[in-house]
């Protein structure tokens, strides 16, 4: 078997586990790739089967790891991420249903006044933030 019909079957095997929304063997099969494995799967992926996959990686570790009261850098309202605004918001809410996904936040916006964004892709979040800042923002 070469090395091209083997990225063919890992490919398959990833979307397979996407399909059976089965986020957790397709983590598995990712860590069980070596990088160059991971670069000729992601060669013979279209870039939207790549894109889906991305997507629900990210909404895995998203409901694993996020928590109402929890601190994120994000892009709070489409506008924000139309343009690449970020801000430091407090989680108010969280949605999980199948692959949909809603998170409510609170913010400060440019003039200092409380705001409330509604994210409704995974992409949003970047990354939380570090708690120990927000102690004059009680959000």
Same mark, same amino acid.
């Given at each position: 078997?070469?090395?091209?019909?083997?990225?063919?079957?890992?490919?398959?095997?990833?979307?397979?586990?996407?399909?059976?929304?089965?986020?957790?063997?397709?983590?598995?099969?990712?860590?069980?790739?070596?990088?160059?494995? *991971?670069?000729?799967?992601?060669?013979?992926?279209?870039?939207?089967?790549?894109?889906?996959?991305?997507?629900?990686?990210?909404?895995?570790?998203?409901? *694993?790891?996020?928590?109402?009261?929890?601190?994120?850098?994000?892009?709070?309202?489409?506008?924000?991420?139309?343009?690449?605004?970020?801000?430091?918001?407090?989680?108010?809410?969280?949605?999980?249903?199948?692959?949909?996904?809603?998170?409510?936040?609170?913010?400060?916006?440019?003039?200092?006044?409380?705001?409330?964004? *509604?994210?409704?892709?995974?992409?949003?979040?970047?990354?939380?933030?570090?708690?120990?800042?927000?102690?004059?923002?009680?959000?």
């Amino acid at each position: 078997m070469d090395n091209l019909q083997l990225a063919a079957g890992n490919a398959q095997l990833l979307l397979d586990c996407l399909e059976l929304n089965d986020i957790e063997a397709l983590q598995y099969l990712l860590d069980c790739l070596s990088p160059d494995q *991971k670069q000729a799967v992601k060669s013979v992926l279209t870039n939207e089967q790549y894109q889906q996959i991305h997507q629900a990686l990210k909404l895995y570790k998203l409901k *694993k790891n996020l928590k109402v009261g929890d601190w994120i850098v994000c892009h709070p309202t489409r506008l924000h991420f139309h343009n690449n605004w970020l801000v430091e918001a407090r989680v108010k809410s969280i949605g999980f249903s199948g692959k949909k996904f809603t998170c409510t936040v609170s913010y400060l916006d440019h003039n200092r006044k409380q705001r409330i964004g *509604k994210i409704f892709q995974a992409d949003w979040i970047l990354r939380k933030a570090d708690k120990y800042l927000h102690f004059g923002n009680s959000g």
